[in-house]
């Protein structure tokens, strides 16, 4: 997984991917970290660029996307925004709406 930093730019991830997945997080939110190493570990076997955005470090970015709390999850779709979750959610109903966009895209 990709971490954001400053000399990344957000916008410039989301229209140079196909599908990227970003997840907003902090250090001291474990569902955070479970999720982290559930994407990393989905992400072997699929074609997803993932990036992983510390709420904690890019606080103004975070509040200028309307993220209010963490973990979010949010996947862009060709530059879309297509799925957004925050708090509690269902991590394989999410990874089971992006198999289906890449078996579409593949077609």
């Known amino acids: 997984m990709k ?3 400053i000399h990344c730019s957000l916008e410039t991830e989301i229209q140079n ?7 907003f997080g902090k250090a ?5 970290e479970s999720i982290w190493q559930r994407l990393e570990k989905w992400q072997e ?3 997803i660029e993932c990036l992983y955005l510390s709420v904690d470090d890019y606080p103004e970015i975070a509040s200028q996307m309307g ?3 963490v973990p979010t999850i949010r996947v862009y779709v060709n530059g879309q925004m297509t799925i957004q979750k925050s708090g509690y959610f269902s991590l394989d109903l999410i990874f ?3 198999e289906k966009y890449i078996e579409i895209l593949q077609k």
């Open 17 to 23: 991917n196909t599908i990227l997945i970003v997840q």
């Open 28 to 32: 001291s939110c474990r569902p955070c």
């Open 96 to 98: 089971e709406k992006i």
């Open 45 to 47: 076997h699929h074609p």
């Open 67 to 69: 993220i209010l709390s």
């Open 3 to 5: 971490i954001y930093n």
